[in-house]
């Protein structure tokens, strides 16, 4: 059964309905015997080949789902922003050089990546949030494992601070340095 076919929800309803009970599938209580030694023994978690089971939260097809993810996301911005100061202070640092990277005199390719190192900055940080949060969600109380999840999620967060760092002063550094030159000299 392929993922995209318009029939593939009511398909893995009907699967869900299969794994009921004989008495429950039949009416009245009838049980009918296997078709054939394949089905008489349901397969197990994990069976490869197995179906995934039925998800009511992944129904939505097309241009609905989409809507969905997009309300979603907008509604994760606005957690990140009223929630983690780390992320507004991030976001104000990209109003600024996200602007700038377009404007700064320089090739198409490096226009994307003084951009593009700020907006990973972005993407890590939220990942990072994601990671505390579904840590926080499972308990508040210290623990090896989480203190070493969220210290990895920092280190990550540092490794893309430090890219962006290193991709404006590589590219934009020394146009500044020249812009200086051409003040002073």
Not at 108 to 120: M, R
Request: hydrophobic share 45%; with cysteine; net charge neutral.
């Amino acid at each position: 059964m392929k993922r995209d076919d318009p029939l593939a929800p009511r398909a893995r309803a009907e699967q869900h309905a299969s794994r009921k009970s004989p008495a429950a599938r039949e009416p009245h209580g009838v049980h009918e015997p296997p078709e054939s030694a394949e089905h008489s023994e349901p397969s197990g978690p994990d069976d490869p080949l197995a179906p995934p089971p039925f998800n009511p939260y992944k129904g939505n097809r097309g241009l609905t789902r989409a809507w969905h993810a997009l309300k979603n996301s907008v509604s994760g911005f606005r957690v990140a922003i009223r929630e983690e100061s780390a992320f507004r202070q991030e976001l104000t640092l990209a109003a600024v050089l996200v602007p700038g990277g377009a404007l700064v005199p320089v090739d198409a390719v490096s226009h994307v990546l003084l951009i593009g190192s700020v907006l990973i900055v972005l993407v890590v940080e939220l990942l990072n949030s994601s990671v505390e949060a579904a840590i926080d969600r499972i308990s508040l109380e210290r623990h090896e494992l989480s203190r070493r999840a969220k210290d990895l999620g920092s280190a990550a967060v540092t490794v893309a601070l430090f890219t962006c760092l290193l991709t404006w002063a590589l590219i934009a550094g020394p146009l500044l340095l020249a812009w200086i030159g051409r003040l002073t000299g």
